[in-house]
């Protein structure tokens, strides 16, 4: 099925209010009240536990969302040195940057 | 990086924007190569030029784009990408109620625009520098948001434009956003607790998302983790304060202390 560009436009209409809902909804309803202490502790742990699980899809994930590591080769070769770039140099642009000549010296040459 | 920088500027009379550009120069840098892939994938998805400026600007989630770039290119129902966007997105919810205690006392509409522009990697720089500054204003984490959301609907829209132009390895391109969460994931894991709560979380999604066949699979792995997380150190700080889980890691980057909440 071919889309039209009206097609598309509804769909990024639609894409922006499921977006917008879960950014907004938390963000005003803990604006005006106190947060408990024990939300505050469990977001300690948030951030940590979605950016593995993202990475990991990207890792590990197919594109049929099966567990599988065929042809990933460049990638986690790449995912490796980039953990060690990010934990000396701690600079984002810098592991950003070289993960992605890693990948595709690494794409280009096995 | 940015943050050493910053210390320095504060006692010079730098412009405004330096200082927001300063405090954003990572992210703005990684946008750039991310950005373009992405208005490349979008276009060889079909989308124009002005509907991949308005995804750039009202959705703005480089995992987003990426997502509806190759769910179009496997044709599936629109009803079917919105649903998995919702649970893409909602992951949003956690990061905002995270960074809520520092918008108290800020406008409805603030918060409004706030909440448009906020995104995963906005959203990590204005969490460390609401952390580790306390000179850190709203305005200015909404002025940052504002500089990343800049950055990426032009290199968004440049991508689209040369799209069709030049052939590049798309898969390779990708990895541009994985590197991302990577670096986020390191400079994040600061005991031997938050490591372990880390590959919990891989594994538990990576099952979860084999079952479930979907992006779903992330929403319930980020719940499991946090959720224990959240218990293991609650129960250690009660029987076992010392406990060499919750000591912190020696850094060999040297970024500047957190401050203790609470």
């Not at chain 2, 909440?115 to 500054?133: G, I, V, W």
Request: net charge positive.
């Amino acid at each position: 099925m071919e889309w039209s560009s009206t097609q598309h436009f509804w769909l990024i209409i639609l894409c922006f209010f499921v977006a917008f809902g879960p950014r907004f909804i938390p963000l005003s309803f803990f604006r005006t009240r106190k947060i408990p202490l024990w939300f505050n502790e469990w977001m300690r742990y948030v951030p940590v536990s979605l950016f593995t699980a993202l990475v990991c899809k990207d890792l590990f994930i197919d594109d049929n969302f099966n567990i599988s590591v065929v042809g990933k080769a460049p990638e986690l070769v790449a995912a490796l040195l980039v953990i060690g770039i990010a934990y000396w140099t701690r600079s984002m642009a810098i592991s950003v940057i070289a993960g992605l000549v890693v990948v595709f010296t690494l794409a280009v040459f096995i | 990086m940015a943050t050493k920088k910053i210390g320095k500027l504060k006692t010079n009379d730098i412009p405004y924007w330096r200082l927001i550009l300063d405090v954003s120069l990572p992210v703005d840098l990684s946008y750039i190569p991310i950005g373009l892939a992405c208005g490349i994938l979008l276009n060889a998805s079909g989308f124009n030029t002005i509907n991949t400026f308005l995804v750039s600007i009202l959705v703005f989630s480089g995992g987003a784009q990426f997502m509806i770039a190759s769910l179009l290119a496997t044709s599936a129902p629109m009803y079917s990408i919105v649903i998995m966007m919702f649970f893409l997105e909602l992951r949003y919810a956690l990061l905002g109620s995270s960074l809520s205690k520092y918008l108290h006392g800020q406008s409805a509409w603030f918060t409004f625009f706030f909440a448009c522009s906020m995104n995963d990697e906005n959203y990590a720089l204005n969490y460390l520098k609401f952390s580790t500054d306390k000179k850190f204003a709203p305005k200015d984490a909404i002025k940052v948001e504002h500089v990343t959301l800049l950055i990426w609907t032009i290199s968004n829209v440049i991508g689209s434009l040369i799209g069709s132009a030049i052939h590049i390895d798309l898969t390779v391109v990708h990895f541009a956003l994985t590197a991302l969460f990577l670096y986020m994931i390191v400079v994040q894991l600061k005991n031997r607790l938050l490591l372990s709560i880390s590959v919990l979380a891989g594994i538990v999604a990576v099952i979860f998302m084999a079952i479930t066949k979907s992006t779903l699979g992330l929403v319930i792995s980020t719940i499991i983790a946090s959720l224990t997380g959240f218990a293991i150190e609650a129960s250690l700080r009660k029987r076992r304060p010392k406990s060499r889980w919750l000591k912190t890691f020696k850094n060999p980057g040297g970024t500047p202390e957190e401050d203790i909440d609470e």
